[in-house]
């Protein structure tokens, strides 16, 4: 099984600020990488897939990188709407896991 | 227009078990895997487990291997998790997730004697 290191597990920033989130994988999962953004009592909805495309209608602002183990998140502008709680998610084939999420709030 | 719709709260005594249910409308969704998370209060996301679009194949995460049942109802377009011998630590919001399109709105089953 894919195990997943998510860090950090929560962070405080200002809006405008850049924000990074890192995750780290068990084993080489080549760039079969989601990021998923859930906003309080709301069901995770996905930004990007396959470590960097955004999804439809997500703003530029969001960014994903990284190949291999090891892979990064970024916020280029922090804005009040993206509090909430990020999580990368790697994909073996069929079964899924996630990361331990990032908690992200306005300072 | 994607619409993936959950059945409603349950609560539950422990012993017990709960069926949860995810209807879709609008798109195809019986081509697609649909799996089931979990999130419990406070807590990160949890897989339980995969149903095949055809519905013949399920694979569940470990933790779960004889308690949870997936099942799939290519008539109606729905799925469905059973989960058995409920214990209070499966007080949870439960989501059907055909990853990577939209998830259902989640349902939250409480286990409480």
């Known amino acids: ?52 495309n955004l999804e439809t209608g997500v703003p530029s602002r969001f960014s994903g990188s990284g190949s291999g183990t090891d892979f990064t998140f970024t916020i280029s502008s922090l804005q009040p ?19 331990g999420g990032t908690k992200v709030e306005i300072k | ?17 709960v069926k949860v249910s995810c209807k879709a409308s609008g798109y195809t969704f019986n081509t697609y895997y649909v799996h089931w998370v979990r999130q419990a ?34 008539s109606t377009s729905a799925v469905y998790m059973e989960l058995s011998s409920l214990r209070s630590e499966d007080t949870a919001v439960y989501y059907c997730a055909p990853i990577p399109y939209p998830w259902g709105q989640g349902t939250l089953v409480t286990v409480s004697s």
């Not at chain 1, 909430?84 to 899924?96: A, K």
């Not at chain 2, 996301?45 to 099942?71: C, H």
């Open chain 1, 81 to 99: 709407e993206d509090i909430g709680t990020y999580y990368c998610q790697p994909y073996d084939d069929i079964e899924v896991t996630f990361g």
């Open chain 2, 41 to 74: 209060p406070g807590q990160g996301l949890e897989w339980m487990g995969v149903i095949s679009p055809s519905g013949d194949s399920t694979i569940n995460a470990k933790k779960f291997q004889g308690r949870v049942t997936m099942t799939r109802d290519k």
């Open chain 1, 1 to 52: 099984d894919i195990q997943m290191t998510q860090s950090p597990s929560s962070l405080s920033a200002s809006v405008g600020d850049r924000v990074t989130i890192t995750c780290q994988a068990s084993q080489d999962i080549r760039r079969d990488l989601n990021w998923f953004q859930q906003r309080p009592g709301k069901a995770p909805k996905l930004l990007i897939y396959d470590v960097s």
């Open chain 2, 1 to 17: 227009q994607v619409q993936l719709v959950q059945s409603g709260a349950e609560v539950k005594k422990p012993g017990a078990s």
